[in-house]
């Protein structure tokens, strides 16, 4: 059996394309446009590079994108001034603090401080806790988590009564893309580093979502045939026959696994993609929250 691929490229397209329309609408309406303010402290490869591609899907969207670049030695008294500073600017819609933040600075005080309407990550305490509340309504959902619910919807794929096992127990994606399972009615598993026996576990699964930052961790015979793997994972691992000498893989034993399974995403082209594009979705819905647009 060879799995469909659920294509990241395409239905991120789809997402960022509405939003795009959605965001030309509101400037039609009120004349601005919806802004999201990103906060990068240091010089993390990785980060740099993300922040870089959430910059440009903005602009591509016709939104507005500030990015405040702070160096390393920043201290937690100036990354909490900006934040105070872009919570109180009507321009900014949507403010973003680009984790993990260098050592010494304390992430969670700094994620507290985001405007709870203007918190377009999803990860203050409040966002959160409504997140895994019953019957609560977050103001925003983190963009990863979102977007592998997202890819699940719009593939088709059955989510209620379903079994879902969730590799990984992150603050970012595991913990709340289980939520999100939950909260679509699957039956959720959430799986880490001390689970016995985990691929009994995976074997379980009609949905999979592998979020543990390990390279190919999870291998095709762990899966259940015919079951929807959601990769999150994004490694660089040395590959001698490329010209950068890497190339990146999941968590997820690619070649293996889609030999197996009904459905699963690709590295790249896969969830990697829908996180900026959901992002803009949520910068969208900050700007009409703020606007008491519904
Ligand atoms: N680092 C890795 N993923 C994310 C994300 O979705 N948001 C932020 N702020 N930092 C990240």
Same mark, same amino acid.
């Given at each position: 059996?060879?799995?469909?691929?659920?294509?990241?490229?395409?239905?991120?397209?789809?997402?960022?394309?509405?939003?795009?329309?959605?965001?030309?609408?509101?400037? !039609?309406?009120? #004349?601005?446009?919806?802004?999201?303010?990103? &906060?990068?402290? #240091?010089?993390?490869? %990785?980060?740099?590079?993300? =922040?870089?591609?959430?910059?440009?899907?903005?602009?591509?969207?016709?939104?507005?994108?500030?990015?405040?670049?702070?160096? %390393?030695?920043?201290?937690?008294?100036?990354?909490?001034? $900006?934040?105070? !500073?872009?919570?109180?600017?009507? *321009?900014?819609? +949507?403010?973003?603090?680009?984790?993990?933040?260098?050592?010494?600075?304390?992430?969670?005080?700094?994620?507290?401080?985001?405007?709870?309407?203007?918190?377009?990550?999803?990860?203050?305490?409040?966002?959160?806790?409504?997140?895994?509340?019953?019957?609560?309504?977050?103001?925003?959902?983190?963009?990863?988590? %979102? +977007?592998?619910?997202?890819?699940?919807?719009?593939?088709?794929?059955?989510? !209620?009564?379903?079994?879902?096992? =969730?590799?990984?127990?992150?603050?970012?994606?595991?913990?709340?893309? *289980?939520?999100?399972?939950?909260?679509?009615?699957?039956? &959720? @598993?959430?799986?880490?580093?001390? @689970?016995?026996?985990?691929?009994?576990?995976?074997?379980? *699964?009609?949905?999979? &979502?592998?979020?543990?930052?390990?390279?190919?961790?999870?291998?095709?015979?762990?899966?259940?045939?015919?079951?929807?793997?959601?990769?999150?994972?994004?490694?660089?691992?040395?590959?001698?026959?490329?010209?950068?000498?890497?190339?990146?893989?999941?968590?997820?034993?690619?070649?293996? %696994?889609?030999?197996?399974?009904?459905?699963? @995403?690709? =590295?790249?082209? +896969? =969830?990697? $993609?829908?996180?900026?594009?959901?992002?803009?979705?949520?910068?969208?819905?900050?700007?009409?929250?703020?606007? #008491?647009?519904?």
């Amino acid at each position: 059996m060879t799995a469909q691929l659920i294509d990241g490229k395409i239905i991120a397209e789809a997402v960022r394309r509405e939003a795009a329309e959605e965001t030309a609408k509101l400037k !039609a309406q009120t #004349g601005q446009a919806p802004t999201l303010a990103v &906060v990068l402290v #240091g010089d993390n490869p %990785a980060s740099q590079s993300y =922040v870089t591609s959430k910059g440009r899907a903005c602009e591509e969207a016709g939104m507005g994108s500030i990015t405040h670049r702070l160096p %390393a030695t920043a201290t937690q008294a100036e990354v909490e001034e $900006l934040v105070r !500073a872009l919570n109180a600017d009507p *321009a900014v819609n +949507g403010i973003l603090v680009q984790l993990p933040l260098p050592k010494g600075l304390d992430e969670e005080a700094v994620l507290n401080l985001i405007s709870l309407n203007k918190d377009v990550d999803g990860f203050h305490p409040m966002n959160i806790g409504q997140l895994v509340m019953k019957g609560r309504t977050p103001q925003f959902i983190p963009c990863t988590p %979102a +977007g592998c619910i997202e890819m699940l919807v719009r593939s088709g794929i059955e989510i !209620a009564g379903k079994d879902a096992v =969730v590799v990984g127990r992150s603050n970012i994606v595991g913990v709340p893309v *289980a939520a999100l399972l939950q909260n679509a009615d699957a039956t &959720v @598993t959430t799986c880490h580093s001390k @689970t016995k026996d985990l691929p009994a576990k995976v074997r379980n *699964a009609d949905i999979v &979502v592998a979020a543990i930052g390990r390279p190919e961790y999870v291998r095709g015979e762990w899966l259940k045939p015919g079951c929807a793997v959601i990769d999150v994972g994004i490694n660089r691992i040395p590959d001698a026959t490329k010209k950068s000498g890497a190339r990146l893989v999941g968590d997820v034993a690619f070649a293996e %696994a889609v030999e197996v399974a009904g459905y699963i @995403t690709p =590295v790249p082209g +896969g =969830v990697g $993609l829908m996180t900026v594009a959901m992002l803009l979705t949520n910068t969208v819905r900050a700007f009409k929250l703020q606007h #008491g647009i519904a």
